[in-house]
C-alpha cells in the first residue's frame, strides 16, 4: 500500500513537471517543443491511469492556452490540428458534461470556424452550448462567449437576424455580470451593430455603435476605435458624409496611438476616407488614399492580403467614376483573386457590384449581369443560380442595403441587350428584375424606424424608381408584355406564400400607363406621407392610447435633446456627455415601442408605413372643372411630364438639357439678384421646357396644381414667362405665367388627393387667427444690428452674428388683426417679449390660421436644423451673443407639434429651403408643417422684404375673409402689388401656397 502512494506521488510529479516545463515553452512561443511535453504527459496520463482530476486538469488547461496563443498568431491549420487533438484527449479524461470538456470543444469550434468548415462549427458550438447551460461550473462567461461565437459563425454565413438572435443572448448575460462599458459587453454591441449593418438597418447599427462610444471604458481604446469606424460607414450610407468623416478620423487617431504604421485596421479607416472623398466627389484626393493603401499594404504583407482586397476594390470603385475603366477592371480583379485565394467568397459582394456596374458603362452586357448574378449569389442566403434571368424573391432571407444597386446594373445591361438581342425576351427579363427589386424596397421599407434610415433607403431607391419609370415609358406600346410578366410573378409570388403588401400589389396589377405615373410617385415624398398618414391612423383607436402618447413623448424629448445638443455645438461650447446618453436611452426605448407596435397591433403597423397608391383615374375624379395637375419625373436624360386634367391625361417625354440644373439655377439666382436681362431669357427658357410641352392640355384651365421634382421644387413657377418679352419692357408688364393660372404647389399626387378628400371638420374652428411677431426691438447692438433701409430683409445668424430689426412685422400682424374684426372674426396677437415659444405651443390648437412673422434661424455647420426665432423666455438672454435653444422652434420641434390649422402662414425668409434628398424631396420648414397637421402652408424660396412682406401678407388675408380660394388669394395679392408697385419677381414669387 505504502509503495503505490509513493508511484502514484512520482507519477503527479512527473505530469507537473512536464506541464511546468511545456508552459514555460509556451510563454516563450516555442509551440512544438512544448507541445511534445505535453504529448508525453498525456502518454502519462493514460498509460498509468492516473485518476488524480487536478493532473488530468493541468495537462488540458496547458493545451487550450496553447492554442489560445497560436489562434491569436493567426495559424489556423496548426491550431486546428492541436485543437483537435485536445478535444479527444479530453473526450477520454472527462465526463459528457465537464467543464474542461466544454472549453477543449468550444475550441475545436472556433478553429473549424477559422478554417472556413463553418457549418461543423456552429454544430459543435450548438453542442457546447446545450453543455453548458447544463453545467453548474460553468460560469455566465462561458455561456456569453458561446453565444457570441455563434453569432460570429452566423454572421460569416450571412444569416445576420440569426447571428442577432445569438448575440443578443450573450449580450444579457454580460449585463448582468459585467455592465455596459466592459469590453466584452461592447464587444457584443458592436457585432450586432454590424449585423444591422449588414441587413441595410442602418438606425438600430448606428445606435448600438453610439452605445458603445459612449459608455466606453477607455475613450481612446480599441473598441471605441472601431465602433466610430462602423459608425462612419453607416452614416457614409446615410449621407451624413461630414458626420462619416468626423467618425473615421476620430477611429484613425486612435489607432495609429495602438498601433504600428501600416497596420490592417489603420488601412481599414483610410479606406473608409476614400469612400468618403468618393461620395463628396472628390476623386482625385479619393484615388490618392486608395492608392496608398494599396501601396502600404502591398509592400508590408504581400500581396495576397486579406485586406488587400477591399483596398483594390476601393480604387476600382473611384476609377469606374473617373472614367479610367481599364484601371478600374485591372484591381477590381486583382481583388476577386485575393478573395478566390483566401477562400473568402461572402467577402466577393462589393467587388461583384462594382465589376458589373463597370462592365454596364463599358456596354459589355453579359459580363455585367454575369458579375450582377454572382452578386445576388453572395448577398442571398439560399439563393445560387448563374441565369440572369432569374432573381431572388424578397422575405427569402435578408441581403445587404446595396442590393438594390446590384438589381439597377441588371437592369440597365438587359436594356442594353435589348438594342442588339432579342428585344422582347430582354425587356421581359428588365421589368421581371425592375418589380422584385421594387418588392425588395417594400421589405426593407418594414425594417426602418428612424428618419435617418429611410431617408437614406428612398434616396437610393429613388435611381431604381426611375429606371422604372424609363423602362415603363418604352414598353408604353408593349401592354401584353407587361401583363404576362406580371401573371408570371403573381403565380411565383403565391407559391412562395409571401404576404403582399398594398404597395407590393399595384406593381402586379396597374397597366403599363399607370406604372409609369406609380413610380414616379413612389420616389416622391413617401417618408411625408408617412408622417401625414400617421395623425390619421392614430385617430382609428386601433391601439390604446397610452402607446400613442408614449410615441409622442418620445418623438418630442428626442427633437428637445438633439435641438439641445446642436445648440450647443453651434455655441462652440461642449456637449454634455449626459445628455448624449439620454438621447441614446430614448432611441432604444422608441425602438422598442415600434417592436411592441408590429407584433402586438401589425394591421395598425401596416396602415401607418405602407400607405396606398392613389391611381391615375382617381386623381381625376377629384380635379375640379378648369384645374389640371402638372406632375413632373426625371428619367436619366429625360424629364417626364405628365398632365392630367378630369377629361384626359397626357405623358411627354422631353429631352433633359445636359446644363439643366444650371439653367435652374441661373433663373434662380436672377430673380435673387434682380438681374432683369438673365432674369427674362431664363424665365422664358423654362418655360418652354416644362410648360409649352403640355400647352394643349392647358386651353381651358384657369388653376394649376404642380408636383415638382428635385431642383425643380427651388423654381416659383409664377414667375416663368408665357411670351419672349420685348426690350424694355418694365417689370410691370411682363406676361408672368401668374397672369394665366392660379397655382398651388405638392410634393405628391397622392398628398394632394388626400388633402383634398380630408374628412376632418373645420367647423369647430372659429375665423380666427393665431399670429405672432417677436419684433427683437430693444436688444443691444451687440446681437441686433438696427436697418435704416426701408426694405428691411428678414434673416438672421446665430451666434454672436448679427441680424436686423423686423420694423414691419408688428404692423403686418396688426393689419391683419383689423381684418379679422372687420369681418367678425377674432384675432390673437403677440408682439415683442410676448411672443414665446411657449405661448406659441400653448395656443395652437385653437385657431384656423396661423401667422408668424419672424426670422428663419439657419446655422453654418454640425448638420443644425432650421427653425423659425422666437423671444426669448427670459429677459437676460436678449443681451447675449447666442440664442439658446428654448426660443427656436426647430424643424423636429414642428414635426411633433399636433395642430388643426387650416392655413399656416410663414412670413419669414426661405422656410421652403433645405437639404434636398433625392426620392424625398426638399426638407423645408413648410413640409414640417404639413406634417405636423396644417392642410395649407404659404412659405417662401427667397429671403422676403420687410414692408413688402406686410403689404402683401394683409391684401392676401384680405381676399381671404372675402370668401376667396387661398390660391386665388395669393394671386389675387401678387397682382395688385405687380400693379401698383411694378416691383421684380423677388418681392413677391417666392411666396408660395403648399396644398390646396
Not at 108 to 137: G, S, V, Y
Not at 221 to 245: D, E, H, P, S, V
Not at 354 to 382: C, D, F, P
Not at 857 to 881: A, Y
Amino acid at each position: 500500500m505504502f509503495m503505490s502512494l509513493v508511484f502514484m506521488m512520482k507519477k503527479r510529479e512527473s505530469l507537473r513537471k512536464f506541464t511546468s516545463e511545456a508552459n514555460i515553452l509556451i510563454d516563450k512561443s516555442e509551440f512544438a517543443l512544448a507541445f511534445d511535453l505535453l504529448r508525453r504527459a498525456v502518454f502519462l496520463l493514460f498509460a498509468q491511469n492516473v485518476e488524480c482530476r487536478e493532473a488530468k486538469t493541468q495537462v488540458i488547461t496547458s493545451l487550450n492556452r496553447m492554442f489560445g496563443l497560436l489562434h491569436k498568431q493567426r495559424n489556423p491549420p496548426t491550431a486546428l490540428k492541436l485543437a483537435n487533438f485536445t478535444y479527444m484527449v479530453a473526450k477520454q479524461l472527462f465526463p459528457a458534461r465537464d467543464v474542461i470538456l466544454s472549453r477543449s470543444l468550444n475550441n475545436l469550434a472556433i478553429a473549424l470556424e477559422h478554417t472556413k468548415r463553418t457549418d461543423e462549427a456552429i454544430t459543435l458550438h450548438l453542442r457546447n452550448l446545450a453543455i453548458r447551460l447544463q453545467i453548474l461550473e460553468a460560469d455566465d462567461d462561458e455561456i456569453s462567449s458561446t453565444y457570441n461565437n455563434l453569432g460570429i459563425c452566423l454572421y460569416n454565413k450571412s444569416m445576420y437576424l440569426e447571428a442577432i438572435r445569438y448575440y443578443k443572448k450573450g449580450l444579457e448575460k454580460r449585463l448582468i455580470r459585467f455592465g455596459e462599458g466592459d469590453f466584452l459587453t461592447q464587444s457584443s454591441l458592436l457585432n450586432i451593430a454590424n449585423c444591422y449593418l449588414r441587413l441595410g438597418n442602418l438606425d438600430r447599427a448606428a445606435l448600438n455603435c453610439k452605445r458603445v462610444i459612449e459608455n466606453a471604458a477607455d475613450p481612446r481604446g480599441y473598441i471605441t476605435a472601431f465602433a466610430l469606424n462602423t459608425l462612419g460607414l453607416i452614416w457614409i450610407q446615410m449621407g451624413r458624409i461630414g458626420a462619416a468623416k468626423e467618425a473615421i478620423i476620430q477611429s484613425l487617431e486612435i489607432k495609429q496611438s495602438k498601433f504600428e504604421s501600416g497596420h490592417p485596421s489603420i488601412v481599414n479607416s483610410m479606406n473608409a476616407l476614400a469612400d468618403i472623398c468618393l461620395s463628396q466627389k472628390r476623386y482625385d484626393e479619393a484615388r490618392k488614399i486608395s492608392l496608398d493603401c494599396v501601396e502600404v499594404l502591398f509592400h508590408k504583407f504581400g500581396p495576397e492580403c486579406y485586406q488587400l482586397f477591399h483596398a483594390y476594390n476601393s480604387l476600382g470603385a473611384i476609377c469606374i467614376h473617373t472614367g479610367d475603366f481599364e484601371e478600374s477592371r485591372s484591381v477590381l480583379y486583382k481583388s476577386i483573386s485575393i478573395v478566390e485565394k483566401l477562400n473568402l467568397p461572402g467577402k466577393a459582394f462589393a467587388v461583384y457590384v462594382n465589376l458589373s456596374e463597370l462592365h454596364v458603362k463599358l456596354e459589355e452586357y453579359h459580363q455585367a449581369l454575369s458579375y450582377a448574378q454572382l452578386a445576388l449569389s453572395r448577398s442571398v442566403t439560399g439563393f445560387d443560380n448563374s441565369d440572369p434571368a432569374i432573381d431572388p424573391l424578397p422575405y427569402i432571407s435578408k441581403a445587404p442595403f446595396n442590393i438594390l444597386m446590384v438589381f439597377e446594373n441588371k437592369i440597365s445591361a438587359f436594356r442594353g441587350l435589348s438594342e442588339t438581342e432579342n428585344e422582347l425576351k430582354c425587356q421581359e427579363s428588365a421589368l421581371q428584375t425592375l418589380l422584385i427589386a421594387c418588392l425588395w424596397v417594400g421589405h426593407f421599407r418594414r425594417e426602418v424606424v428612424f428618419e435617418s434610415g429611410y431617408l437614406q433607403l428612398m434616396e437610393s431607391a429613388s435611381y431604381l424608381y426611375r429606371l422604372g419609370m424609363s423602362l415603363c415609358a418604352d414598353l408604353l406600346d408593349q401592354p401584353d408584355l407587361v401583363r404576362i410578366v406580371q401573371r408570371n410573378l403573381s403565380k411565383e409570388l403565391s407559391y412562395q406564400r409571401l404576404d403582399l403588401s398594398a404597395i407590393d400589389q399595384i406593381l402586379l396589377d396597374s397597366d403599363v400607363s399607370d406604372l409609369v405615373y406609380a413610380f414616379s410617385e413612389m420616389g416622391k415624398a413617401t417618408m411625408l406621407a408617412i408622417r401625414m398618414k400617421g395623425v390619421l391612423v392614430d385617430a382609428r383607436g386601433q391601439i390604446p392610447e397610452e402607446l400613442l402618447q408614449e410615441g409622442r413623448s418620445l418623438s418630442n424629448r428626442m427633437g428637445q435633446i438633439r435641438s439641445s445638443y446642436l445648440n450647443t455645438l453651434a455655441n462652440g461650447k461642449e456637449v454634455n456627455q449626459y445628455k448624449v446618453k439620454q438621447k441614446i436611452e430614448l432611441e432604444t426605448e422608441f425602438i422598442a415601442l415600434v417592436d411592441t407596435l408590429k407584433e402586438n397591433y401589425p394591421d395598425y403597423f401596416r396602415d401607418w408605413y405602407l400607405s396606398r397608391h392613389v391611381p391615375i383615374d382617381s386623381i381625376q375624379q377629384r380635379l375640379m372643372d378648369g384645374e389640371a395637375m402638372l406632375h413632373y419625373s426625371i428619367c436619366g436624360d429625360t424629364i417626364l411630364i405628365m398632365a392630367i386634367t378630369r377629361i384626359e391625361y397626357v405623358f411627354r417625354l422631353v429631352d433633359k438639357p445636359q446644363d439643366y440644373d444650371a439653367q435652374v439655377s441661373s433663373f434662380v439666382s436672377s430673380i435673387r439678384r434682380a438681374a432683369s436681362d438673365r432674369y427674362v431669357n431664363t424665365a422664358k427658357g423654362l418655360y418652354l421646357l416644362l410648360i409649352q410641352p403640355v400647352e394643349a392640355v392647358l386651353k381651358n384651365i384657369e388653376k394649376l396644381i404642380i408636383v415638382p421634382e428635385d431642383v425643380m421644387l427651388l423654381i416659383p413657377f409664377e414667375a416663368l414667362l408665357t411670351e419672349t418679352a420685348a426690350s424694355g419692357i418694365g417689370y410691370g408688364d411682363l406676361p408672368y405665367l401668374l397672369r394665366d393660372f392660379e397655382i398651388c404647389y405638392h410634393y405628391s399626387a397622392k398628398l394632394w388627393f388626400e388633402g383634398r378628400g380630408e374628412t376632418k371638420s373645420l367647423k369647430e374652428l372659429e375665423e380666427s387667427v393665431l399670429a405672432f411677431a417677436p419684433v427683437f426691438e430693444g436688444k443691444s447692438e451687440s446681437t441686433v444690428k438696427k436697418s435704416s433701409e426701408a426694405l428691411a430683409v428678414r434673416s438672421v445668424r446665430i451666434g454672436g452674428k448679427s441680424y436686423q430689426e423686423l420694423k414691419h412685422s408688428e404692423t403686418e400682424l396688426k393689419g391683419v388683426g383689423q381684418l379679422f374684426q372687420a369681418h367678425g372674426g377674432a384675432a390673437d396677437l403677440h408682439f415683442h417679449g410676448q411672443a414665446t415659444l411657449s405661448k406659441f405651443k400653448s395656443k395652437l390648437a385653437d385657431h384656423k390660421y396661423l401667422l408668424i412673422a419672424s426670422h428663419t434661424h439657419w446655422s453654418d455647420g454640425f448638420d443644425e436644423e432650421p427653425g423659425i426665432l422666437f423671444s426669448p423666455e427670459c429677459k437676460h438672454q436678449s443681451d447675449t451673443d447666442s440664442i439658446d435653444h428654448q426660443c427656436i422652434l426647430t424643424l423636429s420641434d414642428i414635426y411633433n407639434l399636433q395642430m388643426k390649422a387650416d392655413l399656416v402662414v410663414l412670413s419669414c425668409c426661405e422656410t421652403g429651403i433645405g437639404k434636398l434628398h433625392r426620392g424625398e424631396g426638399i426638407m423645408g420648414i413648410n413640409r414640417a408643417f404639413l406634417a405636423a397637421g396644417a392642410r395649407n402652408v404659404v412659405y417662401t424660396l427667397f429671403k422676403v422684404y420687410d414692408d413688402v412682406s406686410c403689404e402683401l401678407t394683409i391684401s392676401m388675408f384680405d381676399y381671404i375673409l372675402q370668401g376667396h380660394s387661398y390660391r386665388r388669394a395669393l394671386r389675387q395679392a401678387k397682382l395688385d402689388l405687380i400693379a401698383r408697385r411694378e416691383v421684380a419677381p423677388i418681392f413677391w414669387s417666392g411666396f408660395l401656397l403648399l396644398g390646396d
